[in-house]
């Protein structure tokens, strides 16, 4: 069957070739979005170009909000975080959270391992303790084959760590797998890993086919499967975590003390413990903080995401990342979580705001750069659940619902302040911010 709305050869359009199409067959009005998809194109040519050659096909641009969240105070250290994320409240929530806790030691962070991973995955139907009799012959070769691409990354003190042989014909029959182990510094090192992963394939499957230990036939016929690197990095992990004596928590709205408080909070962190319903929204609150700065720094949030969350199911059962406790008079909120982050390399000098971001942040490395993002996931989480078990969510949100509501009226700056005025501690709702908006108009004698 076929379709005006399929295309052969739509990537060797011209960009306004593409638009062209794109708007002919997609949208009722052709002109106006034509002429909105261009006006996003950035008026410097040179940098349309550098944002072109990130992606295929690319149209436009898609703007985001680049917000900052100041006085992060990390180690002894203040910071303002760059944050690029869509929903309201995350950016006001994470520097609420931050002035809270500079007033009380600040945030603390460590990282507890570096260590990335990859696999080659082959099916072979030899005899295994053949191949484990020659493992460290197999692994001196696998080095040396990929030195030429291992030499650099040695220079800057990481590399290759181990290489292990994974037995898995337990699971399925003739299946094994080299496990890798990497230390990749300041860079994320997706293209580093994947490079030596597949050489160590190549070389593996020479080894095979040609060691005289194995049988000719069978043993020698090896079938590499993939390579690629893991995303799965339990142990590239990082702890960031706040304390303070109880009673220095303060007091909070809805008239709780400062115990009533912590023990409601730290019900509030089992409950995201036990449930995996609520530990999905609790993560999902860490991560409103963590996507924003990994993306303002050209990080790979879909890598950091897919990561975290095998790590919150690793017993089994989806749990919330973070834990509180509070004993013996300390009340005490940590949140431990694999990141696998990079500081050079990929996107992030590329961006053109990414580098900004990074500089931003005093051009951190790898392991600082994983404990400001911990500190403002954490924050996050801070915010939310504080608000949670006191206000509820929906006040703080309101008033940014209200904020956009307004936007998309028109409303100016002296309409928007009655409005708010008028709706100050009352339910939000679009209609009756239209109508109410209305009237301020009439009554102004402005024509709706
Ligand atoms: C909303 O984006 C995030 C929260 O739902 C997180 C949470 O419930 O902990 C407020």
Redesign the pocket.
């Known amino acids: 069957m076929s379709s005006n709305k399929t295309i052969s050869g739509f990537s060797k359009l011209s960009k306004t070739g593409k638009i062209k199409w794109v708007v002919e067959n997609f949208f009722k009005d052709p002109e106006h979005v034509m002429h909105e998809l261009k006006s996003w194109w950035h008026h410097d040519k040179e940098q349309q170009r550098l944002l072109d050659g990130f992606s295929e096909n690319t149209i436009s641009n898609f703007p985001m909000p680049f917000g900052i969240a100041p006085n992060f105070l990390i180690n002894g250290k203040t910071y303002a975080v760059p944050m690029v994320i869509e929903?309201s409240?995350?950016v006001a929530a994470a520097s609420s959270a931050a002035k809270y806790w500079l007033d009380r030691g600040g945030f603390h962070a460590k990282v507890l391992g570096m260590k990335k991973l990859g696999q080659v995955h082959f099916s072979w139907r030899g005899k295994a303790e053949k191949l484990e009799s020659v493992f460290d012959e197999l692994k001196e070769e696998l080095r040396k084959d990929a030195a030429p691409i291992t030499a650099n990354m040695e220079k800057r003190g990481g590399g290759v760590l181990d290489i292990e042989l994974v037995n898995l014909t337990h699971l399925e029959p003739n299946l094994y797998q080299l496990k890798v182990s990497f230390d990749t510094r300041d860079s994320m090192g997706a293209n580093f890993i994947n490079s030596v992963l597949e050489e160590f394939a190549k070389t593996l499957d020479r080894f095979i086919s040609f060691h005289p230990i194995f049988d000719e036939n069978e043993e020698r016929d090896v079938n590499i499967i993939m390579s690629i690197l893991s995303n799965y990095t339990p142990e590239c992990l990082v702890r960031a975590w706040v304390e303070c004596p109880v009673a220095d928590l303060g007091t909070f709205s809805g008239g709780y003390t400062a115990q009533s408080l912590a023990e409601k909070f730290a019900k509030a962190v089992r409950i995201?413990r036990l449930d995996p319903h609520?530990a999905t929204?609790?993560n999902?609150?860490i991560f409103?903080g963590i996507d924003a700065v990994v993306l303002a720094t050209a990080n790979d949030f879909r890598a950091i995401e897919a990561c975290a969350h095998t790590y919150a199911a690793r017993d089994g059962q989806y749990r919330s990342l973070s834990q509180c406790t509070v004993e013996n008079g300390i009340f005490r909120f940590w949140l431990d979580i694999p990141l696998a982050l990079g500081t050079v390399g990929g996107l992030t000098k590329l961006h053109p705001i990414a580098k900004h971001s990074l500089e931003l942040l005093g051009h951190p490395s790898a392991e600082e750069l994983m404990e400001i993002i911990a500190c403002v996931g954490l924050a996050q989480?801070f915010a939310?659940?504080r608000?949670?078990v006191t206000t509820g969510?929906q006040q703080g949100h309101m008033k940014m619902h209200l904020a956009n509501i307004l936007n998309h009226l028109g409303a100016n700056e002296q309409e928007s302040e009655k409005v708010m005025q008028h709706f100050e501690g009352k339910v939000v709702s679009f209609t009756g911010v239209r109508e109410y908006l209305d009237a301020v108009r009439e009554g102004a004698g402005v024509k709706v």
């Open positions: 929903e409240s995350v995201a609520r929204t609790h999902k609150g409103n989480n939310a659940v608000s949670l969510i």
